[in-house]
């Protein structure tokens, strides 16, 4: 389905991908206490908000 040459630049890309991602996010670590202080609230209503349209459709759907 691959090659040799597709798969072996896959896992390096992949690999570098996760090392860069890793490092980026402890840098900005400390950062992210201070200024996404009150984010999980946000983050709990968009999922409440998911969550309750799919409720919606779940109750209104004719079997």
């Known amino acids: 389905m691959f090659s040799q040459g597709q798969l072996?630049?896959?896992i390096i890309f992949f690999i570098s991908f996760v090392t860069i991602l890793v490092f980026s996010y402890r840098k900005d670590f400390k950062g992210n206490k201070t200024y996404y202080k009150g984010s999980y609230k946000i983050?709990?209503?968009f999922i409440s908000l998911i969550l309750l349209l799919f409720l919606i459709k779940i109750l209104t759907q004719k079997n």
């Open 8 to 10: 072996a630049f896959a």
């Open 43 to 45: 983050l709990i209503v």
